[in-house]
């Protein structure tokens, strides 16, 4: 089995900083896409960043110029560095990643239980 811990949330004040961890752990060949989502209270879950197995990422819109997606392959990390946060920013952050458990199976989608982040104003 694959386990994803997320770690970091807290509670901030608007324009304050947080970096948030998500460790995978198990039994663990190759990790392709991870990526970091958010859900806010009432709304659908969205995508906030990706990167790939070649460190090319993706952002949201909205996070562009704030947030910072990288990845430590040799521990199965990624983070996510968050600067300039506001309220609109507030959700649970939840980690994503595509995992191979062995060589020629194919990739899996894992999730980890996420973690609150909170920005006041």
């Known amino acids: 089995q694959v386990h994803l811990v997320e770690s970091g949330g807290d509670l901030v004040q608007a324009g304050g900083s947080l970096r948030l961890s998500c460790a995978a752990s198990?039994?663990?060949?190759?990790?392709?896409?991870m990526a970091w989502y958010r859900q806010a209270p009432g709304k659908q879950r969205e995508l906030v960043a990706s990167i790939n197995s070649y460190e090319a990422t993706t952002y949201a819109d909205s996070v562009k110029g704030r947030f910072t997606i990288s990845r430590d392959n040799a521990k199965n990390t990624v983070y996510l560095q968050m600067n300039s946060l506001k309220p609109e920013d507030t959700g649970l952050y939840s980690c994503?990643?595509?995992?191979?458990?062995?060589?020629?199976?194919?990739?899996?989608?894992?999730w980890g239980q996420g973690t609150q982040v909170t920005v006041s104003a």
């Open positions: 198990g039994s663990i060949n190759n990790i392709n896409i």
């Open positions: 994503n990643m595509q995992v191979r458990r062995r060589i020629w199976s194919n990739h899996y989608d894992y």
